[in-house]
């Protein structure tokens, strides 16, 4: 039996037959839902059945179903608790990914007089500011594209930046580290920055390649103390944990009043999703166990006591959305996998994801959400 977390209530979930991972002849053992993993509603529907993992070969076929009240999909049958990690095996999180050279090395005078008088005057990294002449003329060259990326760390600007603004003593807690990229960003612009990933692999090599702190334990269990974090990031983790609300409940508990939650998770309304169907990269079966809308991640983000403060879909991801998910139908029908999807349908599926978020919805492949505890 496995336990999952429904509000206050606790659920006893059978597990159903095995299935083997292609990559061993380890058993990987399923469990049935029979509610809602968010709202604990007992009426879903199948969404699409028949679902295979094109990204890591497990061996199976894959269910996902939709919530009749709060219309979340998830995976049913889902991997257990105790077999999740099994379906982890070749995932791209287990390679080593380096922050860029001339990020680490000192920052001389130029890359110090911009990025460090934009990061200080729009982002509160005080500790890196140049003069104050200097720092008001380097906001001036923030209007150049190139030269905005790259002051941001390549964390991006706009409605979906992964950059935040620099707090109190800057303690971050950044759940589902993965290759470690983004927690070594933030250790690198000044941030006390912690990691949290069930996946043992992935954390030991982060953990080894950037010398940060992470904990391979599930998060209520580290014994964090109440309003310990001034910002946590959970950048495509949500979609991976059986029991959202229990991990929510626990980031509001450890993070201060006042301080922010930054969630990125893959947009199941995205144009891309509704163009490929089963195909389309978001899925990932059977790793992401939950996929939301913009509506539901809004109602599970507040459902636990936080504010919401931004709340959008970004085109950022198309392409790679567009391509990865062309390459897995070609891959499920046999196709010349040689082809990929075209810059001129990459441009017009960008441009009708503004047009449309011009009209307040929210079709881009990644939805990306901030909330602050009251």
């Given at each position: 039996m496995a336990t999952i977390f429904i509000g206050e209530d606790v659920f006893q979930l059978p597990v159903l037959s095995p299935l083997q991972s292609a990559e061993s002849v380890m058993p990987i053992n399923f469990e049935q839902l029979d509610h809602c993993p968010v709202c604990g509603h007992k009426g879903f529907r199948v969404e699409y059945g028949n679902v295979k993992d094109y990204l890591c070969d497990v061996e199976g076929s894959f269910s996902y179903v939709r919530c009749d009240n709060c219309q979340l999909v998830f995976l049913n049958p889902r991997p257990t608790a105790e077999d999740l990690a099994k379906c982890y095996v070749d995932y791209h999180?287990?390679?080593?990914?380096?922050?860029?050279?001339?990020?680490?090395?000192?920052?001389?005078?130029?890359?110090r007089w911009i990025r460090g008088g934009i990061l200080a005057k729009k982002y509160g990294y005080t500790h890196l500011a140049p003069s104050a002449f200097a720092t008001y003329a380097a906001c001036l060259l923030d209007i150049l594209p190139s030269i905005r990326q790259r002051a941001r760390c390549g964390l991006g600007s706009g409605a979906a930046s992964g950059l935040p603004h620099f707090t109190g003593n800057g303690r971050a807690l950044d759940i589902g580290t993965g290759s470690g990229i983004y927690a070594a960003t933030l250790k690198r612009l000044g941030w006390q920055i912690s990691g949290v990933d069930f996946d043992a692999q992935a954390a030991e090599v982060a953990a080894a390649c950037h010398n940060l702190t992470i904990y391979k334990e599930k998060l209520d269990s580290i014994g964090f103390t109440d309003s310990h974090f001034d910002f946590i990031s959970m950048f495509d983790v949500i979609e991976h944990l059986a029991a959202p609300l229990h991990d929510l409940r626990e980031c509001y508990?450890?993070?201060?009043?006042?301080?922010?939650?930054?969630?990125?998770?893959?947009?199941?309304?995205?144009?891309?999703?509704?163009?490929?169907?089963?195909?389309?990269?978001g899925l990932e079966a059977p790793r992401h166990l939950c996929l939301f809308n913009a509506d539901n991640l809004k109602y599970v983000v507040e459902s636990v006591g936080f504010r919401v403060v931004k709340h959008a879909s970004s085109d950022k991801g198309t392409a790679f959305y567009m391509n990865s998910s062309q390459t897995f139908q070609q891959k499920a029908t046999n196709a010349d996998t040689a082809n990929t999807t075209g810059q001129v349908q990459i441009t017009l599926a960008k441009l009708r994801i503004q047009l449309l978020a011009a009209f307040g919805q929210k079709t881009g492949d990644v939805l990306h959400l901030e909330a602050i505890r009251p």
């Open positions: 999180t287990h390679q080593a990914e380096p922050l860029a050279k001339s990020f680490l090395e000192p920052w001389g005078n130029p890359n508990r450890i993070i201060r009043p006042g301080g922010r939650i930054m969630i990125r998770t893959p947009n199941y309304d995205s144009l891309t999703r509704k163009k490929f169907g089963m195909y389309w990269r």
